[in-house]
């Protein structure tokens, strides 16, 4: 049985020579790059969206787990980080640091616990398990057909 399959559309705006709209569902949102690297800072950059996705799932997956079992989570917070290092045969390796503050009157136990748990949020395991990407080209429509936007 195939997952639920989610859309995500991403277009340059015009606006600047990297910002983006995002749509996804009713929610429509902005990417760009900071404008030390030629971008307006009008939205978070992509490294950004990749950490604010693994935030959110992880603090959604504790959330559900916490709940279900009825424990004393009052407030979890998630601060993420990325940067590439040296890896073996000096190839980069992309290294994400994840803290997770978790804020209620919880025992040991349940720490570790919800701690393993967002090792299971669905971003993770997306992430760890290496995900096949597939690229094509499509012919543009009418409708996606626009000026094209300013050059650096």
Do not use: F
Request: aromatic share 2%.
């Amino acid at each position: 049985m195939a997952d639920h399959q989610t859309v995500v559309t991403v277009t340059e705006t015009g606006a600047g020579v990297y910002t983006q709209e995002i749509k996804a569902g009713a929610h429509v949102s902005i990417a760009d790059e900071p404008e030390d690297v030629g971008g307006l800072d009008r939205g978070p950059a992509p490294y950004d969206l990749l950490l604010s996705s693994l935030g959110a799932c992880t603090s959604m997956t504790v959330r559900m787990y916490a709940n279900q079992k009825k424990w004393p989570l009052d407030k979890i917070s998630v601060t993420l980080t990325h940067h590439k290092e040296a890896g073996p045969d000096n190839t980069k390796v992309d290294v994400i640091s994840r803290d997770i503050t978790l804020t209620g009157a919880l025992d040991d136990t349940q720490r570790a616990r919800l701690l393993e748990i967002a090792n299971k949020c669905p971003i993770h395991r997306t992430l760890e398990n290496k995900p096949q990407i597939t690229s094509r080209l499509v012919e543009p429509s009418a409708k996606t057909a626009a000026p094209k936007p300013p050059t650096p």
